[in-house]
């Protein structure tokens, strides 16, 4: 389960930083990327830790 959970939650990052695309058709706020970026962080610190 966390596993799908990490998956899910990078998936979704990723897409929220590359906004415009088929999810996000619009360009999202600097506050909104920055909070993709600390959540992507956080996914990549858990499983290396």
């Known amino acids: 389960m966390r596993i799908v959970v990490?998956?899910?939650l990078l998936a979704i990052g990723i897409?929220?930083?590359t906004a415009p695309n088929?999810?996000?058709?619009?360009k999202l706020?600097?506050?909104?990327q920055k909070?993709?970026?600390g959540w992507i962080?956080?996914?990549v610190g858990y499983w290396l830790a």
């Open 29 to 32: 706020d600097e506050s909104v």
């Open 15 to 17: 897409l929220i930083l």
């Open 35 to 37: 909070m993709a970026v």
């Open 41 to 43: 962080g956080a996914v």
């Open 22 to 26: 088929f999810l996000f058709p619009h």
């Open 6 to 8: 990490s998956l899910f």
